[in-house]
């Protein structure tokens, strides 16, 4: 099973960027889908974009044209591009990846955006 480690979230102000990166063990996470999701205080776990493995990717309506999924299989990394932010982006930043049989989560980074 594949361990997660996310990296990358901070502070930044509205209309700023970050760029949160996912980096897993082992030699199978090109198998991998990969998602990020995010859970902002008092609020359900939302998915935020997803790629699958090979390349497939997916948004959330409220992310579309501001944040971007990619995947590096060569460094066992994924990361989300996430431009013009906005004070509702704050919240939890959590990586998933999942195959049909095994799911792992990451630990979280918290972005906070600022008005």
């Known amino acids: 099973q594949v361990q997660l480690v996310e990296s990358g979230g901070g502070l930044v102000q509205a209309g700023g960027s970050l760029r949160l990166s996912c980096a897993g063990s082992?030699?199978?996470?090109?198998?991998?889908?990969v998602g990020w999701y995010r859970q902002a205080p008092g609020k359900q776990r939302e998915l935020v974009a997803s790629?699958?493995?090979?390349?497939?990717?997916n948004y959330a309506d409220s992310v579309k044209g501001r944040f971007t999924i990619g995947r590096e299989n060569a460094n066992n990394t994924a990361y989300l591009q996430m431009d013009s932010l906005k004070p509702e982006d704050t919240a939890v930043y959590y990586c998933?990846?999942?195959?049909?049989?095994?799911?792992?989560w990451g630990q979280g980074t918290q972005v906070t955006v600022s008005s």
């Open positions: 998933n990846a999942k195959t049909v049989y095994r799911e792992s």
């Open positions: 082992g030699s199978t996470f090109s198998t991998y889908a």
């Open positions: 790629i699958t493995s090979g390349g497939r990717t």
